[in-house]
C-alpha cells in the first residue's frame, strides 16, 4: 500500500486501478474524464481532492467503493475500434463464410452500443469490405438502455480525441469535418448513418427485435450482469442468431460453464451450435 502525493499519481493509481477491474486501457489524457466521473463519488464522501479520493479508495478497504469508482468510469466506456480484431474477423471471416460470396442482406446487431463507437466501428469494416456502391445491403442494429448515450450515437459527433484510433484514411472517408462552432468535432457522414438503426432496448427485458443477425456483438456489458442473468441473457441473444451465427463478447468476458447452445471458437468468439 502505498501513499499517493500529487494529482499524477493519482491518475496513475486511477489507470491501474481500472486495468486490474475492466481490463480497460485509459490514457493519461482522458485525465479530464477520469476527474468528472469520480468527481462525483469524491463529493459523496465529502473528499476534498481526487487525491484524497484515491488515498481512501487505496487504504480505505472499501471494496463497495471501488466498485463504485470501476462503475463510475466504465458505464459507458468505449473507443472506435476497441477490441479490433473483433472486427477484422466479422469482414474476413464471419460474414464471408455466412454469406459464401453471395449479395445477400447482411445483418448485425451491437446490442450494447453505448455512444455509437461500437456500430460505427463496424460500419466502417462492412463498408470497406462489402461496399454499398457494389450493391451489398449491410445494416446495423444498435441499441442500448440509455437514451443519453444513444442521442449522442444517433448524431455521430466525437471530439478530435476521441477518434484517434481511426486511420487517416477512414477519416477523410467516413467523417465530415467540423468548421466554426464545431471546429475539432467529427462528424460520421450520413451515408454511414442512414444505415444505422439506433434504438433504446434494455437487454434484460422483453426484446422486441424482429430481425435475425449473422453476427451480434455483445461486449462489455454481460460484466455488470450475474452468472444467472447472463445465461438468461445469451440465450435470448441466441434467438436472434441465424443457423451458424456468431457471438461475440468483451475480451473479459467468459461464456465458461453457462448452459447455452454456443460453442466456443477461442475466448469472446462463440457460434451458434
Ligand atoms: C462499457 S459500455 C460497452 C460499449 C461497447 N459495447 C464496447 O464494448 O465498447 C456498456 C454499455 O452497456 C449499456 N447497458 C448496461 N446495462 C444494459 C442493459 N440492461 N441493456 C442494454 N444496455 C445496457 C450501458 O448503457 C453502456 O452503454
Sequence with gaps: MRRISDDQQAIEFVISLIYERAHIRLQPCKESLIRARLGKRQRAL?????VDYCNYLETGNDEQELTHAVDALTTNFTHFLREEDHFRFLAERA???MTGGTRQPIRVWSAA?????EPYSIAFYLEESFPSISGWDWRVLATDISTKALGKATQGVYAGDRIEAIPNAWLRKYFKRGFGDADGYYQVKSQIRERINFRQQNLLGQLTIQDKFQVIFCRNVMIY????TQEKLVRQLCRFLVPGGYLLTGHSESLTGLSVPLRCLRPSYYQLA
Design 46 to 50: 465529502a473528499l476534498p481532492t481526487l
Design 95 to 97: 460474414i464471408p463464410d
Design 113 to 117: 452500443c453505448a455512444t455509437g463507437e
Design 225 to 228: 450482469f450475474d452468472r444467472e
